[in-house]
């Protein structure tokens, strides 16, 4: 059974910093393509980065340059660094695997609020 759990999320001023984890098993983790995506109400879902089995990454134009992808195959676990975080970046945020299928994570909140 694939399972991937996100933590990290929160409430965070402007300006600051999070970072998000997401724990996956059930997949064979080093073989397989990771995202991020993220939904604000009345929007939807969008690729925020992705980070492939050979390392390759790439972001959405909003991102770039503030987010940084990585992935730890040891600890099969992907992460994303949110720096310089704007009010526009407040979503849930899910974690994204491929393997043969996709699947999803349940989802962490991220609020960016003065």
């Known amino acids: 059974q694939v399972q991937l759990v996100e933590s990290g999320g929160g409430l965070v001023q402007p300006g600051g910093f999070l970072r998000l984890s997401c724990a996956a098993s059930?997949?064979?983790?080093?073989?397989?393509?990771m995202g991020w995506y993220r939904q604000a109400p009345g929007k939807q879902r969008e690729l925020v980065a992705a980070?492939?089995?050979?390392?390759?990454?790439n972001y959405a134009d909003s991102v770039k340059g503030r987010f940084t992808i990585s992935r730890d195959n040891a600890k099969n676990t992907v992460y994303l660094q949110m720096n310089s975080l704007k009010p526009e970046d407040t979503a849930v945020y899910y974690c994204?695997?491929?393997?043969?299928?996709?699947?999803w994570g349940q989802g962490t909140q991220v609020t960016v609020s003065s």
């Open positions: 980070i492939t089995s050979s390392g390759f990454t």
């Open positions: 994204y695997a491929w393997e043969k299928s996709g699947y």
């Open positions: 059930g997949i064979f983790f080093s073989r397989n393509y």
